[in-house]
DNA sequence: AAAGAAATAAGCCGTTTGGCGTATTTTTAC
DNA sequence: GTAAAAATACGCCAAACGGCTTATTTCTTT
């Protein structure tokens, strides 16, 4: 029997979280908690856990602070995250505070089944939207930001992949043919980031993408 | 149709991927190469392709060389690594070349089809010991100092200016203007500048600075 | 159904870049 | 004191880029 804890401050989503694991008889929820510091009174009184169900956003302590603790405490634990933000600053947080997975709370009851599963394995279980985050953090080490309240500019879908292209170096014909586009087309789409950015050039526009976290 | 290219040196190996493919009809195997380079040259005779499979281990020319030159000219095509060894080196330095997942040969038909769907929509996708590796590395940030064990190219220090201030996005003639030269001695050491670092336009050559740690 | 945004594409024109050869002067190293 | 490396500079040419205008098509959103 594994043995799981569900730390969620919002009642519905717990019960369905609770609903979803309620198929798999191998899983028993042990307790629930509604923040961080519920959680780690209930591992205080026993920690006989094997994992936990644990939600970001929570009043009191968050489940990123949660997470620190009790790994630090309890290390053997393993502790999944489930939440609705994936940005890049909670799932790097997550990760420095010792989560074994981190998954996206649309994610199938299957899928969290797996993911208990494979945990417990010792291997890690993440969301692929998210695990393309750990790449990208990998191959950027770029941890360090600043807490920058400045409105972003904002690119469109096609502007972002030709900026992707941009930044690899690619000239306009090189982009053109693999994205299936005139060279007219490429040309103005940098134009128009260009504009938006306030470059005039294509290193002065990778510059600003960077500043505006656009890559 | 989601067109993929299996790369994968063993003839045994890449059939039994062909016949775990062939289950679903959504999924074409556009063709299939022996090692790296052949990859290249099919990719270069047409690159309408969606994603391929690929292994490391192979002769001629191994799997993350491989990926890293199909990612700098076709960044939009997905590479899914497929491998029997999952040990560090091999794991960062794919994502390193800019892999989009990483799986192990053991991984079954319906997962690897699953992967390929995920990452096509932009995820990434990984076996789970895989995603546990990339969290550890994330969580202690070593491979940086030892990944990187190449011999580092020299700038002169003249170069080095130079290359500081294309860095920022200047033209020729502003950054002659800066540092008192003609804009030919400008032209003329970017171009030795591009020699050193095997590059052809400025944003290549701010890509190997910073590989070689000259920015 | 209409309005608005996004994506597509072509043409024009001047500027900039990248690649090549050549050549002189200055600095550094042996 | 000489050889090698670095820095300086010019010219030529084709390719690529950046800026501007115009126009059609395809999505969204209301």
Known sequence: MIK???????FFLQKALEEKLS???????????QNGEEAIAILEENHVVDLI???IEMPV??????????????PQIKIVMITVFDNDDNVFNAIKAGADGYLLKETKAEKIYEA??????????MSPSIA??????LKNPIPFETANETELVELSTREIEVLEHLSKGLKNKDIADNLFLSTSTVKKHIENIYRKLQAHNRIEMLQKAKQNKLI
């Open 4 to 10: 799981v804890i569900l730390v969620e401050d919002n």
């Open 116 to 125: 208990i599963i494979e945990t417990l394995a010792g291997g890690a279980a």
């Open 61 to 74: 302590m968050n489940g990123i602070k949660a997470t620190e603790i009790i790994k630090t405490k309890y």
């Open 23 to 33: 198929n798999f008889s191998d899983i028993v929820i042990k307790d629930s908690a």
């Open 132 to 137: 393309m985050k750990t790449l990208k953090l």
């Open 53 to 55: 169900l644990m939600d």
